[in-house]
């Protein structure tokens, strides 16, 4: 099957490719089609909107199914900085060293530290809008642990392990997080449409 992944984060695409390419998917992306994205707002209030009016605005200019991502870490003792609105703290041109050295701060004060990553996967082009939704459980590390990943990564340490996302490396990293997750039920869901 053919798919375009409608994301401009080359770590996201590579979770993307990582989990679906073996699984016989032929993916696309923005580049592949010279899609521009600069009108897109994301104006959602979730996750799930984000999602669908991404996949929505790149399927309007492509004639292919399209498959995107909207996500973010949610903390529980800062409400209100993250969430869908995680790409956005402190600017989105902002490096991620500052930004997660920058929650660490905000976080010193505080007890709980417990944290979530949460991923909205839409598909629009293939069988009217189709929504998956993972979430992975965890907290915020004390320190900056490990370089490999994206984002957030070196400060979120999910409950399945004793480490990072960023020191975990990609295969395990796709075993269990939040996009993982999301994206298991889209094939799952395919594979049960085809019995
Ligand atoms: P697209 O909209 O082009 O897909 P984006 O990076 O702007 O790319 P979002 O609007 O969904 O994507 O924002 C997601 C935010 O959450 C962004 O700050 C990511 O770095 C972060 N994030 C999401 N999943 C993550 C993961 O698996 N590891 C680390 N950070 C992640």
């Known amino acids: 099957m053919k798919i375009l992944v409608a994301t401009h984060n080359i770590g996201k695409l590579k979770e993307f490719e990582a989990i679906l390419k073996p699984r016989g998917y032929t993916l696309y992306n923005l580049e592949d089609y010279k899609v521009?994205?600069?009108?897109?707002?994301?104006?959602?209030?979730?996750?799930?909107?984000?999602?669908?009016?991404?996949?929505?605005?790149?399927?309007?200019?492509?004639?292919?199914?399209?498959?995107?991502?909207?996500?973010?870490l949610m903390i529980d003792a800062l409400p209100d900085i993250l969430g869908v609105k995680s790409a956005r703290f402190m600017g989105e041109d902002t490096d991620y060293k500052i930004k997660n050295q920058a929650i660490l701060d905000l976080l010193s004060s505080k007890e709980d530290r417990s944290?979530?990553?949460?991923?909205?996967?839409?598909?629009?082009?293939l069988q009217g809008d189709l929504l998956f939704e993972g979430q992975c459980d965890g907290h915020i590390a004390h320190e900056i642990l490990g370089d490999h990943g994206f984002g957030y990564d070196p400060i979120f340490v999910p409950n399945q392990r004793d480490m990072s996302f960023a020191q975990m490396g990609d295969i395990e990293k796709n075993k269990i997080s939040h996009r993982a997750l999301a994206l298991e039920k889209f094939v799952e869901y395919l594979n049960e449409k085809e019995d």
């Open 115 to 125: 944290a979530a990553f949460h991923s909205a996967i839409a598909v629009v082009g």
């Open 36 to 72: 521009n994205m600069d009108g897109f707002e994301e104006t959602g209030e979730t996750f799930a909107e984000n999602a669908m009016l991404k996949a929505h605005f790149v399927h309007a200019l492509v004639n292919m199914p399209v498959i995107s991502d909207d996500s973010g």
